[in-house]
Protein backbone atom coordinates (compact mmCIF):
# COMPACT_ATOMS: atom_id res chain seq x y z
CA UNK A 1 0.00 0.00 0.00
CA UNK A 2 1.19 3.57 -0.30
CA UNK A 3 1.71 3.42 3.45
CA UNK A 4 4.06 0.80 3.05
CA UNK A 5 2.07 -2.04 4.19
CA UNK A 6 2.86 -5.37 1.77
CA UNK A 7 -0.10 -6.38 -0.83
CA UNK A 8 0.30 -10.00 -0.34
CA UNK A 9 -2.66 -12.14 -1.97
CA UNK A 10 -2.96 -16.36 -2.83
CA UNK A 11 -4.36 -16.62 -6.44
CA UNK A 12 -5.37 -20.17 -5.70
CA UNK A 13 -9.29 -20.14 -6.58
CA UNK A 14 -9.27 -16.97 -7.37
CA UNK A 15 -11.34 -14.91 -10.27
CA UNK A 16 -9.54 -11.47 -11.01
CA UNK A 17 -10.17 -9.09 -13.24
CA UNK A 18 -7.93 -5.91 -13.98
CA UNK A 19 -9.39 -2.71 -15.59
CA UNK A 20 -6.33 -0.04 -16.45
CA UNK A 21 -5.98 2.25 -19.79
CA UNK A 22 -3.24 1.71 -21.91
CA UNK A 23 -0.27 3.25 -19.57
CA UNK A 24 -2.09 1.64 -16.22
CA UNK A 25 0.88 -0.52 -15.90
CA UNK A 26 -1.64 -3.48 -16.39
CA UNK A 27 0.41 -5.54 -18.46
CA UNK A 28 3.42 -5.14 -15.84
CA UNK A 29 0.84 -6.56 -13.38
CA UNK A 30 -0.30 -9.47 -15.27
CA UNK A 31 3.33 -10.24 -15.79
CA UNK A 32 3.85 -10.14 -11.79
CA UNK A 33 0.97 -12.57 -11.54
CA UNK A 34 1.44 -15.04 -14.32
CA UNK A 35 5.25 -15.30 -12.64
CA UNK A 36 4.10 -15.82 -9.45
CA UNK A 37 2.08 -18.88 -11.00
CA UNK A 38 5.15 -20.55 -13.00
CA UNK A 39 7.01 -20.51 -9.89
CA UNK A 40 4.77 -22.75 -8.72
CA UNK A 41 5.06 -26.65 -8.72
CA UNK A 42 1.59 -27.40 -8.68
CA UNK A 43 -0.02 -24.91 -11.31
CA UNK A 44 0.62 -24.22 -15.03
CA UNK A 45 -0.15 -21.00 -16.89
CA UNK A 46 -2.04 -20.42 -19.94
CA UNK A 47 -1.79 -17.18 -22.00
CA UNK A 48 -4.55 -15.94 -24.47
CA UNK A 49 -4.42 -12.33 -25.90
CA UNK A 50 -6.46 -11.56 -29.30
CA UNK A 51 -4.04 -8.61 -30.35
CA UNK A 52 -0.95 -8.73 -28.47
CA UNK A 53 1.62 -11.68 -26.99
CA UNK A 54 0.22 -11.28 -23.21
CA UNK A 55 2.50 -12.47 -19.92
CA UNK A 56 4.36 -14.17 -23.15
CA UNK A 57 7.40 -12.57 -22.23
CA UNK A 58 8.06 -15.44 -19.56
CA UNK A 59 8.89 -17.66 -22.57
CA UNK A 60 8.87 -21.40 -22.23
CA UNK A 61 7.76 -20.63 -18.55
CA UNK A 62 4.13 -20.55 -20.28
CA UNK A 63 2.80 -23.73 -20.62
CA UNK A 64 0.25 -22.77 -23.49
CA UNK A 65 0.07 -19.31 -25.44
CA UNK A 66 -2.83 -18.68 -27.59
CA UNK A 67 -2.31 -15.00 -28.92
CA UNK A 68 -3.86 -13.27 -32.62
CA UNK A 69 -5.58 -16.33 -33.59
CA UNK A 70 -9.12 -16.11 -32.86
CA UNK A 71 -9.64 -19.77 -33.86
CA UNK A 72 -6.84 -20.97 -31.92
CA UNK A 73 -8.21 -18.77 -28.68
CA UNK A 74 -11.74 -20.51 -29.12
CA UNK A 75 -9.61 -23.95 -29.35
CA UNK A 76 -8.10 -23.55 -25.95
CA UNK A 77 -11.03 -22.02 -24.41
CA UNK A 78 -13.19 -25.06 -25.64
CA UNK A 79 -10.50 -27.57 -23.99
CA UNK A 80 -10.41 -25.94 -21.05
CA UNK A 81 -14.11 -26.33 -21.07
CA UNK A 82 -14.04 -29.50 -21.18
CA UNK A 83 -11.76 -29.91 -19.01
CA UNK A 84 -14.00 -28.59 -16.30
CA UNK A 85 -16.68 -31.22 -17.12
CA UNK A 86 -13.93 -33.69 -17.30
CA UNK A 87 -12.85 -32.91 -13.34
CA UNK A 88 -15.69 -32.87 -12.39
CA UNK A 89 -16.70 -36.25 -12.90
CA UNK A 90 -13.73 -37.49 -11.74
CA UNK A 91 -14.28 -35.74 -8.32
CA UNK A 92 -18.07 -37.23 -8.35
CA UNK A 93 -16.69 -40.61 -9.06
CA UNK A 94 -13.70 -40.43 -6.30
CA UNK A 95 -15.95 -38.59 -3.81
CA UNK A 96 -13.12 -35.58 -3.83
CA UNK A 97 -15.66 -33.25 -2.40
CA UNK A 98 -16.70 -30.15 -4.19
CA UNK A 99 -13.29 -28.58 -5.55
CA UNK A 100 -10.77 -30.29 -7.48
CA UNK A 101 -7.70 -31.35 -5.51
CA UNK A 102 -4.86 -29.69 -6.63
CA UNK A 103 -1.49 -31.28 -6.79
CA UNK A 104 1.86 -31.57 -9.24
CA UNK A 105 0.35 -34.39 -10.92
CA UNK A 106 -3.09 -32.44 -11.02
CA UNK A 107 -1.95 -29.01 -11.34
CA UNK A 108 -4.29 -25.60 -11.50
CA UNK A 109 -4.77 -24.20 -14.55
CA UNK A 110 -4.05 -20.48 -14.00
CA UNK A 111 -5.51 -18.99 -17.59
CA UNK A 112 -4.08 -15.48 -18.50
CA UNK A 113 -6.18 -13.21 -20.53
CA UNK A 114 -5.72 -10.03 -22.04
CA UNK A 115 -7.40 -7.79 -23.92
CA UNK A 116 -10.66 -9.33 -23.34
CA UNK A 117 -12.93 -6.20 -25.33
CA UNK A 118 -11.30 -7.64 -28.58
CA UNK A 119 -11.74 -11.36 -28.11
CA UNK A 120 -14.44 -12.24 -30.75
CA UNK A 121 -18.11 -11.97 -29.49
CA UNK A 122 -18.03 -16.04 -30.13
CA UNK A 123 -14.50 -16.16 -27.52
CA UNK A 124 -16.26 -13.70 -25.21
CA UNK A 125 -18.84 -16.19 -24.75
CA UNK A 126 -17.14 -19.08 -24.00
CA UNK A 127 -14.64 -17.08 -21.64
CA UNK A 128 -17.91 -16.15 -19.42
CA UNK A 129 -19.12 -19.89 -19.19
CA UNK A 130 -15.41 -21.06 -18.29
CA UNK A 131 -15.46 -18.22 -15.59
CA UNK A 132 -18.89 -19.12 -14.17
CA UNK A 133 -17.33 -23.26 -14.54
CA UNK A 134 -13.50 -23.41 -13.49
CA UNK A 135 -13.14 -22.21 -10.10
CA UNK A 136 -14.30 -25.58 -8.71
CA UNK A 137 -12.29 -27.37 -11.33
CA UNK A 138 -9.30 -25.29 -10.43
CA UNK A 139 -9.38 -23.87 -13.52
CA UNK A 140 -8.74 -19.98 -12.49
CA UNK A 141 -8.53 -16.97 -14.57
CA UNK A 142 -6.64 -13.83 -14.37
CA UNK A 143 -7.97 -11.66 -17.11
CA UNK A 144 -6.95 -7.82 -18.50
CA UNK A 145 -9.28 -5.09 -19.68
CA UNK A 146 -8.74 -1.32 -21.07
CA UNK A 147 -12.80 -1.02 -19.77
CA UNK A 148 -14.51 -2.90 -17.52
CA UNK A 149 -18.44 -2.29 -18.52
CA UNK A 150 -20.98 -4.80 -20.05
CA UNK A 151 -20.77 -3.39 -23.49
CA UNK A 152 -16.65 -3.98 -23.88
CA UNK A 153 -16.93 -7.49 -21.87
CA UNK A 154 -19.83 -8.91 -23.56
CA UNK A 155 -21.68 -9.73 -20.14
CA UNK A 156 -22.23 -7.96 -16.85
CA UNK A 157 -19.65 -10.31 -15.64
CA UNK A 158 -17.38 -8.02 -13.79
CA UNK A 159 -19.07 -6.77 -10.62
CA UNK A 160 -19.53 -11.05 -10.46
CA UNK A 161 -15.80 -12.19 -10.35
CA UNK A 162 -14.14 -12.77 -6.97
CA UNK A 163 -11.49 -10.42 -7.28
CA UNK A 164 -11.35 -7.00 -9.46
CA UNK A 165 -8.27 -5.00 -9.57
CA UNK A 166 -8.38 -0.98 -10.91
CA UNK A 167 -5.68 1.35 -12.25
CA UNK A 168 -6.07 4.73 -14.30
CA UNK A 169 -9.52 4.23 -15.56
CA UNK A 170 -13.04 5.72 -16.56
CA UNK A 171 -15.60 6.86 -13.62
CA UNK A 172 -17.54 4.35 -14.81
CA UNK A 173 -15.57 0.99 -14.65
CA UNK A 174 -15.11 1.96 -11.12
CA UNK A 175 -19.01 2.10 -10.20
CA UNK A 176 -19.80 -0.71 -12.85
CA UNK A 177 -17.37 -3.22 -10.82
CA UNK A 178 -17.50 -1.63 -7.52
CA UNK A 179 -20.87 -0.62 -7.15
CA UNK A 180 -22.51 3.05 -7.10
CA UNK A 181 -21.33 3.88 -3.73
CA UNK A 182 -17.31 3.24 -4.40
CA UNK A 183 -16.69 6.80 -5.73
CA UNK A 184 -17.68 8.23 -2.03
CA UNK A 185 -16.53 5.42 -0.26
CA UNK A 186 -12.75 6.26 -2.18
CA UNK A 187 -12.14 4.38 -4.71
CA UNK A 188 -10.88 7.21 -6.70
CA UNK A 189 -9.17 5.05 -9.46
CA UNK A 190 -10.95 7.60 -12.19
CA UNK A 191 -8.33 10.25 -10.60
CA UNK A 192 -5.38 7.59 -11.25
CA UNK A 193 -2.93 9.27 -14.32
CA UNK A 194 -2.01 6.66 -16.82
CA UNK A 195 1.75 7.18 -18.48
CA UNK A 196 2.85 8.22 -21.21
CA UNK A 197 6.06 7.98 -23.38
CA UNK A 198 7.88 10.90 -20.92
CA UNK A 199 5.90 10.65 -17.53
CA UNK A 200 5.22 7.32 -15.65
CA UNK A 201 3.04 9.14 -13.41
CA UNK A 202 0.55 6.82 -11.51
CA UNK A 203 1.14 3.55 -13.61
CA UNK A 204 0.95 0.37 -11.92
CA UNK A 205 -0.77 1.95 -9.02
CA UNK A 206 -4.18 0.08 -8.69
CA UNK A 207 -7.55 0.08 -5.85
CA UNK A 208 -8.66 -3.68 -5.45
CA UNK A 209 -11.64 -5.20 -3.80
CA UNK A 210 -12.06 -8.79 -2.96
CA UNK A 211 -8.41 -10.04 -2.80
CA UNK A 212 -7.86 -13.18 -0.34
CA UNK A 213 -6.95 -11.66 3.09
CA UNK A 214 -7.08 -7.60 2.34
CA UNK A 215 -9.41 -5.44 3.83
CA UNK A 216 -11.63 -4.20 1.21
CA UNK A 217 -10.97 -0.42 1.61
CA UNK A 218 -10.16 2.36 -0.94
CA UNK A 219 -6.67 1.79 -0.35
CA UNK A 220 -4.27 2.84 -2.74
CA UNK A 221 -1.30 0.19 -3.33
CA UNK A 222 1.78 0.24 -5.71
CA UNK A 223 2.42 -2.99 -7.41
CA UNK A 224 5.93 -4.22 -8.45
CA UNK A 225 5.15 -4.36 -12.06
CA UNK A 226 7.96 -6.94 -13.70
CA UNK A 227 9.09 -5.79 -17.14
CA UNK A 228 9.41 -7.98 -20.12
CA UNK A 229 13.16 -7.99 -19.68
CA UNK A 230 12.64 -9.21 -16.14
CA UNK A 231 9.85 -11.53 -16.83
CA UNK A 232 12.24 -13.41 -19.82
CA UNK A 233 14.94 -13.63 -16.97
CA UNK A 234 12.64 -15.22 -14.27
CA UNK A 235 11.05 -17.42 -16.60
CA UNK A 236 14.51 -18.86 -17.91
CA UNK A 237 14.83 -19.82 -14.50
CA UNK A 238 11.49 -21.52 -13.43
Known amino acids: AMDGDPLLFSLAGLMLLMVADSGGGKSGVMLALAEAVTACRDAVAFNLDPVGTG ?3 LGEAITLSACMDDELIQDVLDFLLAL ?7 R ?25 PQLSEEAKAKLVRA ?5 KEAVWFEAGSQFGTRDYLG ?22 LLGGGAIAEGYRADLLQAATHT ?11 GLPGMPNRPIRYQ ?11 LGADH
Do not use: M
Request: hydrophobic share 45%; with cysteine.
Open 223 to 233: VREVTDAQAAR
Open 92 to 116: ARYGWGNKWRVSGQHPAVVVFVDEW
Open 199 to 209: QVNDAGQIYAQ
Open 84 to 90: CSARARQ
Open 155 to 176: QAIGPKLSARLLGACRRVDVTE
Open 55 to 57: VGA
Open 131 to 135: LLLGR
